[in-house]
């Protein structure tokens, strides 16, 4: 019986200890944090926006321009290729007409 109260003795002391240890570690957190500063509690300003509309504005003049131009560009062709396609026609019943002449 005496070497289980020995043994119940060396648990409780260990179990002092643990409880001394914990107790420091708990001032160590407390005092760490105190030494911390505040947090900030405010919110920051929102960022500015440089000029999206006006960016957004020219992007889209710009790109309209471009477009005009592109559809312009895209009549000219179509125009050449119709006088092309005439002039060859005439050429063609030119010749047509100078060979049966020879004949």
Do not use: N
Not at 91 to 99: A, G, H, M, Y
């Amino acid at each position: 019986m005496s070497d289980d109260i020995s043994k119940a003795s060396a648990e409780a002391v260990a179990a002092a200890r643990q409880s001394e240890q914990f107790a420091m570690m708990l001032a160590a957190m407390e005092a760490a944090r105190a030494v911390q500063p505040p947090t900030c509690q405010h919110q920051a300003p929102a960022p500015k926006s440089s000029g999206s509309a006006g960016k957004w504005l020219a992007v889209g003049v710009g790109g309209s321009v471009f477009m005009v131009a592109l559809a312009l560009s895209a009549v000219a062709v179509a125009i050449s290729a119709v006088a092309l396609t005439v002039c060859l026609l005439v050429l063609r019943s030119v010749w047509q007409d100078i060979q049966k002449g020879r004949d």
